[in-house]
């Protein structure tokens, strides 16, 4: 499995810098939700779960940290640590988060309101769903 990564406009002047992306053109979905996470606790690992229908751009626009991507088959390790750059996560792949550095701040555009139902939390549960999906 390939990351699917985007590079974002940057512009930079004698001001500082500044970083912008559009819905639909930068990222491939509407952008219907933002939500974004820091100061996570040394050492901790988040995520642990699937999404059915959920698209996501992930972010580090601070700091750093790294996200696992599973599709059932093959597991990757991606590094997030520049705010010009963005981490594609599909429908259907599991995904962990960890690493994260002290100031490490993690911004996600989501494709859908959150909605629990949308959620595989248990790992047998998202291979069964996977085997569901190709049968
Ligand atoms: C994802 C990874 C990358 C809400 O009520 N609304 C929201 O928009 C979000 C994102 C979360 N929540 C609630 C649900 C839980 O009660 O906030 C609590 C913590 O969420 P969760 O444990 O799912 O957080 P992470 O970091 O494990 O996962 C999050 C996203 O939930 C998830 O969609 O792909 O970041």
């Not at 996200?67 to 962990?96: F, S």
């Not at 994260?100 to 494709?111: G, P, R, T, W, Y």
Request: hydrophobic content about 35%.
């Amino acid at each position: 499995m390939q990351p699917t990564t985007f590079d974002f406009h940057h512009r930079e002047d004698e001001i500082g810098q500044l970083v912008f992306l559009e819905e639909c053109k930068d990222v491939p979905f509407e952008v219907k939700r933002v939500y974004y996470i820091y100061g996570v606790k040394d050492g901790a690992r988040r995520g642990f779960h699937a999404h059915k229908s959920l698209e996501q751009a992930c972010i580090c626009i601070h700091g750093s940290c790294k996200v696992m991507l599973d599709d059932g088959k093959e597991r990757i390790d991606v590094v997030l640590d520049d705010p010009t750059k963005g981490l594609y996560v599909g429908n259907a792949v599991w995904r962990e988060m960890y690493d994260f550095s002290e100031d490490a701040v993690f911004l996600v555009l989501a494709s859908e309101y959150f909605d629990e139902q949308d959620y595989i939390r248990d790992y047998d549960q998202f291979l069964a769903y996977l085997k569901e999906k190709e049968a």
